[in-house]
DNA sequence: CTCTTTATGCTCTAAATGAGTATAATTAGG
DNA sequence: CCTAATTATACTCATTTAGAGCATAAAGAG
């Protein structure tokens, strides 16, 4: 980077060696469709959608968001960035990739075309994510032992504490409690212990430990465990599940769709407490009766509450203990 | 982007018109000095630190990562990336800019070169931030009332009402509080009512409604106002206030520090309850009489806190009411 | 020795949170 | 028609957390 001497911060931007490099858009694109989190995918469920940065869109947000509306014929409500990163290694050549990776929040329901078979739940990857159910066999069947024998492994007696402490907090081991959140530090800890497909890659194929959970080219694994991750932080402290949600709703299907991201459930009256209490939604009039038991009220998300999006929170109870 | 059939992602940045792009690196370094925020400014602090990508780095952060501690004299103890974003109008020439900003921690003192005329306090740009001493004079002699005027003077009455409440809520008037978090939202409020120079800049010269104020080149302020609203999120749940302290402090200091940062007052004694609650921190043994009272313990923060860094939260009495 | 100043310990209240109980309004099945 | 099963919805209660204030301790200034 530059001297505080040079001229300005553009000239030097064009003046300094100034790399060639390419730029790609990354979606992660998300609905949740059945109570189940699906992520859109490419290349038999391999790859997330990327593309080369095109000349000729106002922003690189705005390139995404008529990509993506084109595929899935369903305008995205709701997109943020989630990373920047660049790569040498990935092309052959002299050039530096640089990837943006983007978070987006659409409904599946009726999209068109070829791109429908590209939904793909996002436990099918994760399968360690899911508590909804309670905790997942593979957790302590399989994971945990291995992870714990990595962290055993370690020559240095330090990092044998390190890596067991990290294990221990980001697994919910001990007396720490699951913390849906470190979904990215999870799958770290997994690539790190070679207990993922991805770390392996390329290399000796024969210690492959392969671990139950769908792979991706790339870092794309990567990339949707930061989106997912992303997602849950987010639903805690702004409304951005009304984006998953189809107009009108009951408070059940709202709560299924939290849980569905989640991955853990939550208490039915509490969670209706917050919701009502926090003026996010008003009733329709309306009421179902498909759900078998009492009739629910349909509700449908505040204009308002659309308007003041920017700034407007969210509270779920999904704490952590 | 390309289509779900195209056979692989990197092939397809490849292939398809891949644009030529370059990418610059921009830093808002923050170091907290005699209870100042202060960021690292160059061009008579008129702009950010930035330039070009090099090659011959890891990756992009440990590029900047060198960059400034090769300007400060002092490891940059965070960085985390902001936004990229992409620009076409910059350059007269058809390649597309990308720029990724990146917040940075560190600590002023001792930094050597020329360097050290850079740091500024980041109130000579914001000065309706400072919440400290009181709400800033100029936000009800100057900002409010012109904000509302702004907002008065749209033709629609569905934007009149939009653009006020957006003034209301951001800037915490009628039965708002003032949510320190918020500053990218006031500053685009101010950049769309035309009040910051930046919003006239290059066009009728006439008509330039200057407020008070310091201003940057090109979105440079945008930039430091990104970086200022993610650390005032972030210091409620992340233990980064640590990075911006010396080895040992007084819990006065600490929350001066955190203060500063905030731009409003904490309660002293709550302050204290959360900090030792949550065990971030440990006594030297030592005492400083420095202060005037009676003597303070002086604090370090936990080692083990440091190691689960990544994990670890924090929590401030910043809550809004 | 007293006033001022900062440090530090403790109490009190209100609000938020987690968890459970009770009742209402349906459908399914006999 | 009656009963069980199922979901919706209204309340209650205990615990925690957060905001605010009071009281005491330990220094320096005059």
Not at 43 to 58: D, V
Not at 69 to 76: A, D, N, S, V, Y
Not at 131 to 140: C, D, F, M, N, S
Not at 207 to 233: E, F, K, N, Y
């Amino acid at each position: 980077m530059q001297d505080s001497t040079t001229q300005t911060t553009k000239q030097a931007g064009r003046n300094k060696r100034s790399q060639a490099v390419s730029a790609d858009l990354i979606a992660v694109v998300i609905a949740v469709t059945d109570g189940e989190p699906r992520v859109l995918t490419i290349e038999q469920a391999q790859a997330l959608p990327s593309g080369p940065f095109e000349l000729g869109h106002r922003s690189l947000q705005s390139g995404l968001r008529a990509w993506v509306e084109r595929q899935t014929g369903h305008p995205l409500g709701y997109i943020e960035q989630l990373y920047t990163f660049a790569d040498r290694d990935r092309t052959g050549d002299e050039r530096v990739q640089i990837s943006i990776s983007y978070l987006g929040l659409t409904r599946e329901e009726q999209a068109q075309g070829p791109s429908t078979q590209g939904w793909r739940g996002w436990y099918d990857y994760f399968p360690w994510e899911d508590h909804r159910a309670g905790v997942p066999l593979i957790l302590p069947d399989i994971l945990v032992p291995r992870l714990l024998a990595w962290a055993g492994d370690a020559e240095d007696p330090n990092m044998r504490r390190d890596r067991r402490q990290r294990v221990v907090y980001a697994f919910g081991l001990d007396d720490c409690d699951w913390n849906e959140e470190l979904v990215l530090q999870r799958y770290e800890l997994l690539y790190e212990a070679a207990l993922v497909a991805e770390a392996t890659r390329g290399r000796d194929k024969g210690s492959a430990p392969v671990v139950p959970g769908r792979t991706m080219i790339a870092d794309h694994r990567r990339i949707l465990a930061t989106g997912i991750a992303r997602l849950r932080t987010k639903i805690k402290y702004r409304p951005v599940v009304f984006e998953l949600m189809p107009p009108a709703f009951t408070l059940l299907q709202l709560q299924r769709t939290v849980e569905a991201l989640a991955g853990r459930l939550v208490h039915k009256q509490n969670f209706r407490r917050l919701i009502e209490q926090q003026n996010l939604v008003e009733e329709t009039g309306e009421t179902t009766s498909d759900t078998g038991g009492r009739p629910a009220k349909r509700f449908r998300f505040r204009q308002t509450v659309l308007a003041e999006r920017t700034v407007a929170g969210t509270k779920l109870p999904l704490s952590r203990a």
